[in-house]
Structure formats: structure tokens, C-alpha cells
């Protein structure tokens, strides 16, 4: 399955794909798409992102086609 | 079209005469309102060479193609007219409740050309449209003004009301137009326009209905829009506190994709000034002039713009006409000197250039300054940029104790930048020289001062680094309003999923490092264009840009534009007329530029200060090192769009493609 991500600039890219997905094994958590990003202390950086715009803690099973999305500031503008 | 009123009012203050003008179906079609329908409007009717503070010139007051058509976040009005400040196309855009009030009154604008003998208001109402006498108002500030018509308002209904201060009054090339007790159209100089034209207020209160074609459609579209907005809430740990290390973060060597709607939570809480000390340490901030950095304006001063220690103060949240983010407050402004108990919140443009700009860290002094500008009618990017000229020119002895009346104008110096700022609203003594911006304020004082007035095409640029957003740059550079930061720039496009829609767009959907914005590429070049075109729809409907920055797979800018004009044109189809909004900004330009050659009112400015790209670059801070390849980025720009290279005219064969009429 793919999962659209937004992910914060400490995030390992080389998981990401040209649209911004990335690939992971059915029934995948959260938690485990953090691990693939090389995202560090991840129950912590769970509060700093949504699931399809809702709350989810690391145990939170994805779904395809799901958009994980980290709190971000607009840098500028 | 659908959604428009299919008319305009056009006012001639010197007759005090009115005629409503029909607009064709097909004008709606190439330009759609607001600033592409005032644009075309326009280049007919100022003349060629006209003094922008003449009756030739026309100002425009502009309701968008998407207002009051039930869509969401589309309620901005604009104003258009020849500028004093740059010698070119002019325009501001200001949210609050007054362009659905234009459409209201039964116009898609109204016009006003001439000069009226005396001052006057423009009055709609149940009893239809007239001139009343102001001259009871005239000499009063904005705020004063909008509370006086109010007062005196015997009308059903509560009019929504324009006003300007006593610094457009007085003609100050950097005074803007009121609305809501200081919320601003605040850029082109268009205050000074107005007061030109002894036109005090405008006071509408309409009850005409907005149709559009499809209105369940746009309401089931607006309906899905509040509720993502609406459920949209911040993790506690986003506190003031955190801003600067999240700044940092975001001031890294890569370039992240971001969710735009999530940060449209953080607008909710705070409203722009949640940048006050994350652009410090990621750069975008300028400081000292554009001179400095945040080693000049550390942590220990920047806490005082925390943005929770503002947040403190706001008494009641602001939402502008159809929006459900509300990033704008009312803030309790006990203690801080100002005129009055309560005052707008300061936007993070206002704390910057009353803040690391000036080197000033006292919180209630950027406060009263927002007072004084929001009064006055001065605009606070201006303003702000305006007093950090003549700090440095007093530094440098430019300018002396004896020319600033006794004031030493030293950084960071409260009362200093205070007294200066009053001077220039009441145009008194060395504020006189300096009220109209720094391009003509470098002029009047020769001996080199023209190197430290920062601004681009003869307006001062917003708080935004082009150095650290290389588009900002160009956009400031290039467009035929300059010095401008809401036009295009990186961060814009790389939130906003336009290449989701638009074919030519560049696809930014994964992480990319920051060292290819620095790059004069095809790639840098489509992005600026397709940003500048984007900004065009969105001054042409009313669009607010924070809502662009949601994303367009939230806020569904094209499907509202389909339900509320029944036009199925294609995002590519939209765009054109982006592109043909831009393209006709820019000829009015490029012919009153030529045509006012050697004439008083004559601008003709540089590019941009090289501070703005960084040549030299800055020695120290985020910036460090970091200089804009802006000669050769604008060339790409023009040359994309179709302009002549060196001048920026839209070549004749551009101008025929787009059905724009070719002046000789």
C-alpha cells in the first residue's frame, strides 16, 4: 500500500517517491512508517502529525491511499 | 458571468456625477472581475502620462469574481489606480466585510476619476448611490472617520466603510485605504490616490443578492472546507516558546513539502505572527535595515515578540468575511500609548518592521507604531522601512541631530522611532522629507543615502527575505507592482498543489535541497510565473493568499470558480487569464513609465537594492554567504511571460496572443 506523506526536514527522503508516497506492507502502523522515514523518538513525533487529519498514536494501523501529515510552519511568507 | 453584477459605477468627483457602465460578457470572460477587470478598465480610462495624483488618474475599489457567491475565504476587496509610488500599475488588496458590500450595492467596482472641489464621502445605501460633504471628517485619522459615518448613519442597515487617515490626506506616497477600524489596503500608495481626490470614505450598505450558477455546489464545497478547518487543532507543545526551534528546523538545507491546511492551524491560533521569531532565526526576517541578522537581534530580544506574549493581549478573535481561520484579533491596547482602548492585532509584517528592522525590542512600542500607521493611514511595511533608512542614515551622518529636529536617531531607540514615525504621519519637519518612502527620500538627501533605501522598483518590500526565498525575490524584482511579498514566492508554490491542476505547474512533492532555489533554472522560473499568475485569480475573485496556502486539495479554488460561474473551463483555461491579468499589469507599466519621462511625477528605479539579493551577501547569520542570482532570474521571468527582457514590456506579439490592445 501507499501512503502520502508530509514529513518534517530530519526525515530520511530516500522512502519517498516522486509523488510523495511512500510504500509500505499492508496493515502497516504508523509507528513503522516513522521507523522507514528514520524519523527519531517516534510515540513524541506521533503528536506532531495527523492521519488523514485526525490524531493517531504509533500503534495506529495505515491504510492505503491514508495522508500522514506533520504540523509545520509556513518558513516565510 | 455568473457571480458578477455585470456592472460598474463610475464616479466623477470633479462634476460629482455618476454613470453605471454594463460590462460585456466577453470582458468578464478574458479578466473576470477585480483586479483583471479593474486593470482592463483602467488602461482605457487614465490617459496616457497622467499625474497619479491628477484627476486623470482613476481609483478603483474592487469586489472578486468568487465574493458573496457563498465560497469560502474569498471575500478580499481590492483597489487599483496608476501609482504615485512606483510610476506604475498600482495595487492593494485588504480583507474585512467590504467587498461584499460593492456587489451588494449592485457593482462589481466603482470607479472614481477626477478631483471633487471639496472633501466628499460616497455614500450607497437603500436611497441609492451620492456624494455627502465630509469636510467634518476630513482632518480626522480612520479610525476617528469610520466611528464618525457610523455615528451619523441613519440608514436600515450597518454600512461596511473605507476611510483614510490625515498621511493620505496629506499625500504620503505611502498611505494606504481603512477598512474595519484599520484593516489595509496598504501597498501602491493608494491612500495618497484617494486623498488626492479629496475622497474621504466610501460607506456601503446594499441588499442586492449575489447569484451564482450553482449554489449548492458551492455551498457542499464550502461546507467541507470549514469542517476540515474547524477540527483542526494544535498539539499543547506548540506554545510561542517553540516557534524559534521549529523556525530553525525549517531553516535547514532541505526543503519539505508541507500539508498546507495543518499549518493553517497554526494561523488560527495566532495569525501572522507566529512568524515573529521563527523567521528570525531562519532568516526570512530581515534585519537592521536588511543589513543585520538575529546575531544583531538575539534570543534575549526577539522573546519580546513572542507571539504568545501579543496573543496575551487579544481580547477577541477577527475573522474577515467568509473565513473560518480568523487569523486576525482585537487586541487590548491599555499601556502602550495608543489613541484608543483597543487596537487590531499587530500582523507579523508590522512587529518586524517595528521591530528587528529599527533593532527595537519593546512590544508595546510596535504596538502604538500599528496604532499610529493604522491611524494615519501610513503603511506599516513602508513606514517601518522608512525609519530604519534614517536610523542608518543617521548612523552613517547622512542625517544629522539638526535635520531630525533634536531627535538622535539611534537603533532600538523607542521614543526615537516614535516621534520619527508621528513626524512623518503629520508630515512635519524632517517626516515631511521622508513620508513618502525611501526611494524619494534617498533623492531629496543625496550623499549616498540612495544605497541604504531598501526597496524595489521604488516600494519598500515586505518582511521577507529574498535572500532566503529566492522567488520572493524575483517577485519583488518583477512584478508590475514591486517590492510586493504576497505576489509569488517558494513557500507559496511549494504548499499550494498547483501542479495537481495545472499542467505546466512544477510538481513539488517530495524533499529537495534548498541550494536549487539559488539556481536561475526553467524549473525555478515556471514556478515564480505559475505563482504570479496564481496570484492574479486570486486578486481577481477576492481569493485570500492563506487560503491558496491551505493547498488546492483543500481549498478548491478551481471547483468553486466552476459552480459559481457555470464556466467549465479547465485550471490551464483559468490560468491563461492569470497570465493575461499579469501581462495587461505589466503594459499599463511599462506605458506610463515611457510616457512619464521627465515629467515631476516621473519614477523610473533599479530593479531592487542589492541588500535584497544579497550582493555582497551578509557576513553572519542564517543568511550568511547567500546571494540571489536576481539579474538573470528576472530575465528568465520576463522572457517566460513573453516581456521584453531589459524593460519588461510585454512584447507586441505577447500582447496580441492574449488579446490585449498594443500602445505605441
Excluded at chain 1, 8 to 34: C, S
Excluded at chain 2, 29 to 44: E, F, I, K, M, Q
Excluded at chain 2, 293 to 298: A, C, F, L, N, R
Excluded at chain 2, 417 to 437: N, Q, S, W
Aim: net charge neutral.
Amino acid at each position: 500500500m501507499k501512503v502520502r506523506v508530509y514529513v518534517p526536514p530530519f526525515a530520511d527522503p530516500r522512502a519517498i517517491d516522486d509523488d510523495g508516497f511512500v510504500e509500505l506492507a499492508d496493515g502497516a502502523t504508523l509507528g513503522a512508517l516513522l521507523k522507514r522515514l528514520r524519523i527519531p523518538l517516534r510515540p513524541l513525533a506521533a503528536t506532531f502529525c495527523l492521519v488523514n487529519y485526525e490524531r493517531a498514536g504509533v500503534g495506529h494501523r495505515l491504510a492505503d491511499g491514508d495522508t500522514v501529515s506533520f504540523f509545520s510552519l509556513l518558513p516565510g511568507g | 458571468m455568473r457571480g458578477m453584477m455585470g456592472k460598474v459605477l463610475i464616479v466623477d468627483l470633479t462634476t460629482g456625477t455618476m454613470e453605471e457602465k454594463a460590462i460585456p460578457e466577453e470582458t468578464y470572460r478574458d479578466y473576470l472581475g477585480g483586479v483583471g477587470l479593474a486593470v482592463r478598465l483602467l488602461t482605457d480610462m487614465i490617459p496616457v502620462g497622467a499625474d497619479p495624483l491628477g484627476p486623470g488618474n482613476a481609483l478603483a475599489f474592487m469586489s472578486g469574481l468568487l465574493t458573496g457567491s457563498g465560497s469560502m475565504m474569498t471575500g478580499r476587496w481590492m483597489v487599483c489606480c496608476k501609482s504615485p509610488l512606483t510610476g506604475g500599475w498600482g495595487d492593494a488588496n485588504c480583507g474585512g466585510t467590504f467587498s461584499p458590500e460593492i456587489k451588494r450595492c449592485g457593482w462589481d467596482g466603482i470607479i472614481f476619476r477626477g478631483v471633487s472641489p471639496k472633501p466628499v464621502a460616497f455614500v450607497a445605501d437603500e436611497n441609492g448611490p451620492r456624494l455627502v460633504d465630509a469636510s467634518a471628517w476630513w482632518g480626522m485619522d480612520a479610525i476617528e472617520s469610520e466611528d464618525a459615518i457610523k455615528a451619523s448613519w441613519s440608514g436600515k442597515k450597518k454600512p461596511a466603510i473605507a476611510t483614510i487617515g490625515q498621511a493620505a490626506e496629506k499625500l504620503s506616497l505611502i498611505s494606504g485605504i481603512s477598512n474595519d477600524g484599520g484593516r489595509y489596503a496598504a501597498r501602491s500608495g493608494v491612500g495618497a490616490v484617494m486623498g488626492s481626490k479629496r475622497l474621504k470614505a466610501l460607506a456601503l450598505a446594499g441588499s442586492k443578492p449575489i447569484v451564482c450558477a450553482d449554489p449548492a455546489r458551492v455551498r457542499d464545497l464550502s461546507k467541507a472546507f470549514a469542517a476540515k478547518i474547524g477540527k483542526l487543532k494544535l498539539p499543547k507543545v506548540f506554545t510561542g516558546a517553540f516557534m524559534p526551534l521549529l523556525g530553525k528546523m525549517l531553516g535547514l538545507k532541505v526543503v519539505v513539502p508541507v500539508d498546507g491546511i495543518l499549518a493553517s492551524a497554526i494561523l488560527k491560533k495566532w495569525g501572522t505572527i507566529y512568524n515573529n521569531t521563527a523567521g528570525l532565526v531562519n532568516g526570512d526576517s530581515p534585519v537592521r535595515n536588511w543589513g543585520g541578522s538575529v546575531k544583531d537581534y538575539g534570543a534575549s530580544r526577539y522573546r519580546s515578540v513572542n507571539p504568545d506574549r501579543l496573543r496575551e493581549r487579544e481580547s477577541k478573535k477577527y475573522n474577515c468575511f467568509s473565513c473560518p481561520i480568523g487569523c486576525g484579533g482585537i487586541c487590548d491596547a491599555t499601556g502602550t500609548g495608543a489613541a484608543g482602548k483597543h487596537m487590531h492585532k499587530p500582523e507579523y509584517e508590522t512587529c518586524c518592521a517595528f521591530g528587528a528592522l529599527v533593532l527595537n525590542d519593546d512590544l508595546d512600542t510596535i504596538m502604538l507604531c500599528n496604532d499610529i500607521c493604522n491611524r494615519s493611514g501610513l503603511d506599516t511595511i513602508s513606514a517601518g522601512t522608512v525609519v530604519a533608512f534614517a536610523l542608518e542614515c543617521y548612523e552613517r551622518g547622512v542625517i544629522t541631530k539638526e535635520d531630525a529636529d533634536g531627535l538622535e536617531l539611534r537603533w532600538g531607540d523607542s521614543g526615537a522611532i516614535v516621534e520619527l514615525l508621528r513626524m512623518m504621519a503629520e508630515r512635519r519637519g524632517l517626516g515631511d522629507l521622508l513620508a513618502d518612502g525611501v526611494a524619494i527620500a534617498a533623492k531629496r538627501l543625496g550623499k549616498g543615502a540612495e544605497e541604504l533605501a531598501v526597496h524595489a522598483g521604488g516600494q519598500e518590500p515586505g518582511m521577507h527575505d529574498g535572500r532566503m526565498d529566492p522567488m520572493m525575490a524575483v517577485s519583488f524584482a518583477a512584478d508590475p507592482t514591486p517590492g510586493r511579498h504576497t505576489i509569488s514566492a517558494g513557500v507559496y508554490y511549494n504548499v499550494s498543489h498547483l501542479w495537481e491542476y495545472v499542467s505546466w505547474a512544477p510538481k513539488v512533492t517530495k524533499p529537495y535541497p534548498k541550494s536549487k532555489e539559488y539556481a536561475a533554472s526553467d524549473e525555478e522560473t515556471l514556478k515564480s510565473v505559475a505563482g504570479a499568475c496564481m496570484k492574479q485569480l486570486l486578486d481577481a475573485t477576492g481569493g485570500c493568499l492563506f487560503a491558496l496556502t491551505t493547498g488546492l486539495q483543500h481549498w478548491r479554488f478551481f471547483d468553486w470558480l466552476a459552480a459559481a460561474t457555470g464556466d467549465a473551463r479547465t485550471p490551464d483555461e483559468w490560468m491563461e487569464a492569470g497570465r493575461r491579468i499579469q501581462t495587461a499589469r505589466a503594459a499599463f507599466g511599462a506605458r506610463e513609465r515611457l510616457a512619464d519621462e521627465g515629467k515631476a511625477w516621473s519614477r523610473n528605479y533599479s530593479l531592487a537594492n542589492p541588500r535584497i539579493y544579497g550582493d555582497p551577501p551578509l557576513r553572519e547569520g542564517p543568511l550568511a554567504g547567500k546571494t540571489v542570482p536576481l539579474a538573470e532570474m528576472v530575465v528568465r521571468y520576463r522572457r517566460e511571460f513573453g516581456w521584453d527582457e531589459d524593460s519588461g514590456a510585454p512584447r507586441p506579439e505577447t500582447m496580441r496572443t492574449l488579446g490585449l490592445s498594443v500602445h505605441s
